[in-house]
């Protein structure tokens, strides 16, 4: 056994006893025994809306990071639990009568398809723009929209130990196989690594990689060990198991396994990151997710933290100062706050880019300069990462500031532009030039990046 895992025998695990993991979804959603306190209005409501936006919660959510006493407004109780209004009241309402009226699942499913596809299921043109191609075929659960990043979606991974009723890819979620991206073709991922020597960093992603048993996640990370592979030099895996499940680190069986996969990518050179999902200080609050953390980090594995700004659940500058805060102390890197993406329950969780800018300067002006890596809002949009800089006068026109931290192309990354000031505007297509500008700088040639798209959806124009 390595040192790093008899460092791993912590007194603290003497304290977190291992427990079942319990799931739920909307099928027995009425078993979950805390239910039972809400109103049956209430139930109905949330059964409706699981109808269309998957659900999925368990035990550990329930029992340790809700405050039951808080319900409805419990932010980890709106991070998992459906509400009336994630749907417009028409959808809403169209469910609902199927449910009143006793509907068969077979009707139920096929209106759920249909309002689906009114969620701009895959927001940013991912499936059309973002998919790479190896030898004149294209690839399957691969995306590549930045020259240095590739993403990889294992089929093993592509569910999550629970459900964010925020998610952006809820696509994935919905069986709908049309609608989701994966691969359990390892070989195509090296030969395309090999192939592009400017990919530097591979991100696992999904759902949740951190759902695999440890010895079909080492399948796809061991190979990245080769000689041939060395310029792929940073592992990221994206996950909210640190939230959702972290007795995956601490006493799964193979969670044992699990780190030392990592220890063993860490010795041989690579940057391993868990790039972990959160919303909320009270993710991190209890003596398991403290001592996931602990374990991960003993490995020389690091951990960032990225998540969006979301009403209902962390619209405030105190509620980021306080997670960043204790990020810092836990040993995790603060990396991103995001604008809540323009699909799925959007309209429920969705914050004006300037009232996002505030609580962003609010809470960084709460904080040390090492909680000062989150950079934000970003909104995650079709032409790149666009950061909200400032809010500022110019010649007499109240504008945004903005700037590319990512781009399609290369070139736009840091460059600064202008908005007009718009107190209602959500998203990057929201907003319009400022200074009588009739186009924003990268227009013309994003636009001809997205041409084929178009042509299949002629009524979406705009940055995205």
């Known amino acids: 056994m390595s040192s790093v895992l008899n460092f791993y025998r912590h007194e603290a695990l003497q304290e977190i006893k291992s427990r079942p993991f319990k799931v739920y979804t909307e099928r027995n959603l009425e078993q979950i025994p805390p239910l039972a306190r809400l109103s049956e209005a209430q139930r109905f409501e949330m059964k409706v809306v699981a109808s269309v936006l998957p659900f999925r919660v368990n035990g550990y959510i329930i029992d340790e990071l809700i405050d039951w006493e808080r319900v409805p407004d419990d932010p980890i109780y709106q991070l998992t639990f459906p509400q009336r209004d994630m749907l417009d009241p028409d959808a809403y309402e169209r469910m609902a009568q199927l449910h009143r009226r006793g509907a068969e699942r077979a009707e139920i499913a096929a209106l759920a398809q249909t309002l689906r596809q009114g969620l701009n299921p895959h927001p940013a043109g991912q499936l059309e723009l973002n998919r790479p191609v190896l030898n004149g075929q294209p690839l399957e659960g691969l995306q590549h929209k930045y020259r240095e990043t590739v993403l990889f979606f294992p089929t093993q991974g592509q569910t999550c130990h629970a459900y964010c009723t925020f ?15 994966a691969s359990n073709q390892g070989d195509e991922l090296l030969h ?85 999902h959160y919303n909320h200080w009270r993710e991190m609050e209890t003596p398991v997710a403290r001592e996931a953390i602990r374990r991960i980090r003993a490995t020389g594995a690091e951990i960032r933290s990225q998540g969006p700004l979301l009403a209902h659940i962390n619209d405030d500058a105190d509620t980021w100062a306080r997670m960043w805060q204790t990020q810092v102390r836990l040993g995790i890197i603060p990396y991103y706050m995001f604008g809540e993406r323009d699909t799925g329950a ?41 950061e909200i ?73 705009g940055p995205g």
């Not at 998610?167 to 991206?181: E, N, S, T, Y």
């Not at 924003?440 to 299949?456: C, Q, S, T, V, W």
């Open 167 to 181: 998610c952006f890819r809820w696509a994935q979620f919905v069986g709908d196989k049309a609608l989701r991206i």
């Open 192 to 276: 395309y690594l090999r192939a592009h020597s400017e990919v530097t960093d591979l991100l696992m992603t999904g759902g949740d990689p951190m759902v695999m048993k440890t010895r079909h996640l080492a399948q796809y990370l061991e190979p990245l060990m080769a000689p041939e592979l060395d310029h792929v030099q940073t592992i990221r895996i994206g996950t909210k198991a640190l939230t959702f499940w972290p007795h995956r680190f601490v006493n799964d069986a193979d969670a044992d396994d699990l780190l030392m996969l990592l220890e063993r990518l860490v010795k041989a050179g690579k940057h391993v990151a868990l790039m972990a």
């Open 346 to 386: 959007r309209r429920y969780f969705e914050v004006p880019l300037a009232r996002a800018w505030e609580i962003y300067r609010d809470a960084m002006s709460q904080v040390s300069g090492l909680a000062r890596t989150a950079r934000g809002p970003s909104m995650s949009a079709g032409p790149g990462k666009v």
């Open 389 to 461: 800089q400032g809010v500022t006068d110019i010649h007499g026109e109240k504008v945004f500031v903005l700037r590319f931290i990512q781009g399609r192309n290369p070139d736009w990354v840091q460059r600064p532009f202008f908005a007009r000031y718009d107190e209602t505007a959500t998203w990057l297509n929201h907003l319009k030039p400022a200074f009588g500008e009739e186009k924003f700088f990268f227009e013309d040639e994003y636009a001809a990046i997205n041409a084929p798209r178009l042509k299949g959806n002629a009524g979406k124009t």
